[in-house]
């Protein structure tokens, strides 16, 4: 009697190709989360663009003493349109992109829990973008990204910019709350047999994270921002201190949403850069617990330190000591990831690709920016430091250093599998040296700037000491940074139709969504493997190395060539 070998696992067989929808309309009306993330991915980053355009003219502005390159208005509307850009319009919605095509991949789902609502969040996003460059027609918001009262009310700001700002802000919050539910509730119901939360990876974990964070920060700067546009339009005095408001209170509401919305944007990052480590270093994560809990530990500490950037105003001591203590205890789980994943390097067969160079370079300007975080996070010191450029040089080194250089390594890890083509390692490096030198010549010296003195939010300095020669390298260094994105730009432009074919798993990873084909099918799999480790696809091309080495035999007695069936459940 012939005996029953389980089927042979194969990483991709496929038959729903052809129920693709077809033509540039369908684009429109997908509910695919995978196409929705594309979506996400490329009007973000056009945003991404827009917002270095608008850096770039700031950093000419201040390319010598006493320029006249543009007016103090237009200055301060560069400055609040770049700065809401890069939070509202980048850095958020690029990590919701990456969720979106990437988690239901990774824990072996077919869509999104909601897959019309996940839609709707895209939808609103972009209106939300929409609506707030439309003002560039009219009047441009100038308050600031953080649109400190009373700067932002009807007197300060009285044309339609600031409501476009206001409308942004719920347009791109309310995206967010719903993205980050229907995240939530896919990675909680929606997991693969067999993975438990202790084998989630770390880049899900991440995003659980995120979107809890999401839920509980986006409705108080909704609120916050309601009660501005009542200030401005329908006779409330929130934030109007002649009328009894309070201006601090704005401060206490947006950056108790504003401290979270740090970790919201890095904490995605640092998914990133656990999953892209171990692959190429060709060893496990070191510490898989200790990451997945210093992630959720620094989502909870990072809602009692919303006072660290308040240091300067009027605020009892007692409550200041609290603040910088807890401040500095955040910095114990940061610290845990960042040994970890050194640690991971250590003795690794390590192999310098694209992605790895980028969460290196992740790893040592994050370094940076949260030493100057601990100088910043002494209230005494931050009394001295508070207005000046050294807040500019850390605030990038923090979230340019910590989301930027991370979303540009998941740019080059998951763009095979996204469009099934190689991008161009050489060219891959290049844009990586180029940012990261660039980076360091603009941002590093902008400390320096920051001790001798320098004001931040000026459009203008006087021709003292060494200011003149500091943002001249400054300003050179932002071109050297921007050169760096366009080899990006152009990598991803040719690769889309001439990069080498990647394969399904071209980097022999250790996550699910390798295991479909690149690009993967609508349906993600057709049948979905069970999980067993922390590494599911390491146990599947082992077990595809064992089975493989002889033929089996079905029920029927007739053998079935090796590799030709999926993994069953």
């Known amino acids: 009697m012939a005996t029953y070998a389980p089927p042979i696992p194969q990483i991709v067989t496929h038959r729903a190709e052809s129920s693709k929808p077809q033509g540039w309309t369908s684009w429109f009306t997908t509910t695919d989360h995978k196409r929705i993330g594309i979506l996400y991915m490329v009007t973000t980053f056009v945003f991404f663009l827009l917002g270095g355009v608008e850096a770039l003219m700031m950093r000419l502005q201040l390319g010598a003493p006493n320029n006249t390159l543009v007016t103090p208005q237009v200055y301060n509307q560069l400055f609040t349109m770049h700065g809401t850009t890069m939070v509202f319009l980048f850095v958020v919605p690029m990590m919701a992109g990456l969720a979106n095509y990437f988690v239901p991949l990774m824990i072996g789902a077919r869509d999104m829990a909601f897959p019309r609502l996940n839609a709707m969040s895209y939808w609103l996003l972009l209106a939300g973008g929409l609506v707030f460059y439309a003002s560039v027609f009219w009047n441009p918001p100038e308050a600031g990204w953080t649109s400190y009262a009373p700067l932002s009310n009807s007197y300060f700001s009285p044309g339609g910019g600031q409501d476009a700002w206001i409308y942004l802000v719920h347009l791109t919050g309310l995206s967010s709350i719903l993205g980050a539910i229907n995240l939530y509730a896919t990675i909680a119901n929606m997991r693969a047999p067999g993975m438990s939360w202790g084998r989630l990876p770390l880049f899900v974990w991440a995003i659980l994270t995120y979107s809890v964070l999401i839920i509980f920060a986006m409705p108080v700067i909704a609120g916050a921002v309601t009660m501005l546009l009542t200030d401005r339009h329908f006779g409330t005095h929130f934030f109007d201190p002649a009328n009894g408001g309070s201006a601090l209170l704005w401060q206490h509401l947006f950056w108790f949403f504003g401290h979270p919305e740090v970790y919201i944007m890095v904490l995605p990052g640092f998914g990133v850069v656990s999953e892209i480590l171990p692959v190429f270093a060709r060893k496990p994560i070191f510490g898989y617990k200790a990451i997945a809990a210093s992630t959720v530990a620094i989502a909870f500490l990072g809602f009692l330190t919303w006072a660290h950037h308040m240091f300067a105003t009027p605020i009892p001591e007692a409550i200041l000591v609290f603040v910088m203590l807890s401040s500095f205890l955040i910095a114990v789980p940061t610290g845990v990831k960042i040994f970890n994943w050194i640690a991971t390097l250590w003795r690794g067969t390590v192999e310098f690709k694209t992605p790895l160079l980028f969460c290196a370079g992740f790893i040592s300007l994050f370094i940076i920016g949260g030493i100057s975080g601990v100088f910043l996070a002494v209230f005494p010191v931050d009394w001295q430091l508070n207005e000046t450029y050294f807040v500019v040089a850390h605030i990038h080194f923090v979230l340019m250093g910590g989301a930027v250089f991370t979303i540009f390594a998941a740019i080059y890890y998951w763009f095979p599998k996204i469009t099934g ?50 943002n001249q390298i400054s300003t050179v260094g932002s071109f050297i940074l921007a050169l760096g994105v366009l080899v990006t730009v152009f990598n991803v432009a040719r690769s889309v139709k001439s990069g080498v074919i990647a394969g399904p798993d071209p980097w022999k990873a250790n996550t699910l969504e390798w295991f479909t084909s690149s690009p993967p099918p609508p349906n993600n799999f057709d049948v979905v493997p069970r999980v067993r480790s922390v590494e599911p696809m390491k146990d599947i091309r082992r077990e595809v190395e064992r089975r493989s080495a002889a033929p089996a035999a079905d029920p029927g007695g007739a053998t079935v060539p090796a590799g030709a069936m999926q993994v069953g459940v």
């Open 421 to 470: 083509r190689m991008l161009s390692e050489g060219m891959g490096k290049v844009s990586f040296w180029l940012m990261y030198w660039g980076f360091l010549i603009t941002f590093l010296i902008q400390h320096v700037i920051g001790l001798d003195g320098m004001p931040r939010r000026v459009y203008e300095y006087d021709n003292v000491g060494h200011l003149a020669l500091y």
